[in-house]
């Protein structure tokens, strides 16, 4: 268990160490200071108690006169002195008086000589809770740490007063420096505290303790709950790194199997080529086309004037003057084996023209397939640059913030670093 004499080992042991030492001081306040000064009964039973004693002594007029009020030890001193010079008739009660105010003036002494010592411990502990709660404001202003400076100034003020009214304790104190709000206030409503303003001098000091002790557990609190959310953010943020590193990876896997498949400037020519040669055949295609209609229409023609010469040499044959239709028989084979030889030739220019058409559309198909591949790849290919570019800037402030937080972290946890902290604390106070 640290003790606070040596480096501490871990933040931990830091704020575990601030939170027995406040336990200790509050213990030490309540049941010590307060309960010694207070004589162990209700304290604003017994303030009215003391009140009631100067306004007795008061209705006297050479004491009022010499302590018109009384706001610190050296006034309580002359008050006791003056009122143990003016003997007054009173008996017993009198007497009980007496020996009260003597009381509360032993009690004002020993009290402020307690909350001096506590003082003291209070000054170091606040010395380390501002060394090791030391928060770091992120690059991007993530973390909201107006809390800490608040709770500093605040803090650093409470302190400042609990030693301006230790210090002012004998010599008589600054009402102005008195709490405004609870148990002080409930004094100041209570007594009357603008001629006496003694008696509340020490419950507002025990309530600026309080809240001195209140500030520096908050603070430590909130070191914690600060440090834990920047553990946080920095699992939260290594695993996007992680996400988006794999996803790069992805992308440059892709990426490099088109590339590896494609030439960027050979793509482009072969694609203009490849349009080029699209647009020909094309062009090719609709002349074999048109060829192959006509072609087909003057084939059928040839057909039908085959048959219309068959039919005319069939009707031929059953003429029985076969002298006189002689040269007409004759010229009409002759136009059939003409005819013939034709059919022959433009059914084998057909056939030629139809396998040449379906090789040319075939060509243009797979032209085309592989030009929509190519410029499918290539449209890829520069997206894909394009993500790989927006991705490697997300990775770069990924990993920018990532060393941020873990230079925040390492600050307030590495031991190596805690033992500086350590060291620089230490020597300021010996210096100061």
Not at 381 to 410: G, H, P, V
Request: aromatic share 8%; hydrophobic share 35%.
């Amino acid at each position: 268990m640290w003790q606070g004499n040596s480096p501490p080992p871990t933040i931990q042991d830091v704020y575990d160490y601030i939170d027995r030492t406040l336990k200790i001081f509050k213990t030490n306040l309540v049941s010590k200071i307060e309960k010694s000064f207070f004589g162990g009964i209700d304290p604003i039973q017994y303030l009215i108690h003391i009140e009631e004693i100067f306004k007795s002594k008061h209705r006297v007029k050479r004491i009022k006169s010499l302590t018109p009020k009384i706001g610190g030890f050296e006034e309580l001193e002359l008050f006791i002195r003056t009122c143990s010079e003016v003997r007054r008739p009173g008996g017993v009660r009198e007497a009980g008086f007496t020996k009260d105010l003597q009381t509360f003036a032993a009690s004002f002494q020993r009290t402020i000589k307690s909350l001096s010592e506590l003082l003291e411990d209070v000054r170091d502990l606040y010395d380390l809770v501002q060394t090791f709660c030391r928060n770091y404001q992120s690059l991007e202003g993530e973390f909201d740490l107006k809390w800490a400076r608040s709770t500093n100034l605040e803090l650093k003020g409470t302190i400042q007063g609990i030693e301006t009214l230790v210090e002012d304790a004998h010599r008589g104190v600054n009402t102005k420096l008195f709490s405004a709000d609870k148990f002080s206030l409930e004094v100041a409503e209570t007594c009357d505290t603008k001629r006496f303003p003694v008696l509340r001098l020490f419950p507002d000091l025990f309530q600026k303790f309080h809240f001195a002790f209140h500030l520096m557990g908050k603070w430590r609190a909130n070191d914690q709950i600060y440090l834990e959310d920047i553990q946080f953010k920095l699992i939260k943020t290594k695993r996007l790194q992680r996400l988006k590193q794999e996803e790069y990876n992805t992308l440059e896997l892709e990426h490099g199997n088109i590339l590896s498949g494609i030439v960027e400037k050979r793509v482009r020519v072969k694609c203009r080529e490849m349009r080029d040669r699209i647009k020909q055949l094309e062009a090719e295609v609709y002349k074999l086309t048109n060829l192959q209609r006509n072609m087909n229409a003057e084939l059928t023609a040839t057909e039908q004037e085959i048959q219309e010469r068959k039919r005319i040499l069939f009707l031929n044959k059953n003429v029985t003057d076969i002298t006189k239709d002689l040269d007409n028989i004759l010229g009409i084979r002759k136009d059939l084996e003409i005819l013939s030889k034709k059919l022959k030739s433009l059914t084998k220019s057909v056939k030629l023209n139809e396998h040449d058409l379906n090789l040319k559309e075939k060509e243009k198909v797979e032209l085309e397939q592989e030009y929509e591949d190519m410029r499918k790849s290539v449209s890829r290919s520069n997206q894909l640059a394009y993500e790989r570019s927006e991705l490697a800037k997300d990775i770069a402030i990924i990993n920018e913030k990532i060393q941020e937080l873990e230079t925040i972290f390492y600050r307030k946890t590495d031991r190596q670093k805690l033992a500086h902290a350590y060291e620089d604390m230490t020597g300021e106070v010996e210096n100061g």
